[in-house]
């Protein structure tokens, strides 16, 4: 009597395990889970790009300042930090608010003249 009652009970607790085990397989397998699944896993993915992104241009930064900082010590721009100003607008101001140079020259329209 108690093997039947052992292997009745056995088969009751597999038969639970084994349905539960179904239904949560079903449940995880809907169109509503499925798409909540991929949506998790694509935001997961953008995550980990912008972090590697992020930390790619702070490398990108920063060896870029070391490298502007050797080459300015080897043309010596970082030995004056005072530069002299661009004379260039004022020479232009100048010639323009000249009436004989505004009526004797044609204009250029290139706009990477300047570049």
């Not at 108690?2 to 169109?31: H, I, S």
Request: aromatic residues 8%; glycine residues 6%; proline residues 3%.
């Amino acid at each position: 009597m108690f093997r039947r009652t052992f292997w009745f009970t056995t088969g009751v607790a597999a038969g639970v395990w084994a349905t539960t085990k179904v239904n949560r397989k079903l449940r995880q397998l809907t169109p509503e889970s499925l798409a909540a699944s991929a949506a998790n896993k694509a935001l997961e993915t953008g995550h980990r790009i912008k972090d590697r992104a992020v930390g790619f241009a702070l490398d990108v930064r920063e060896n870029m300042a070391r490298r502007e900082e050797e080459l300015g010590d080897a043309l010596g721009i970082n030995a004056d930090p005072e530069l002299p100003a661009q004379r260039r607008f004022a020479v232009i101001e100048n010639q323009r608010s000249n009436p004989k140079y505004i009526e004797n020259t044609t204009y250029s329209y290139d706009r990477n003249e300047d570049h």
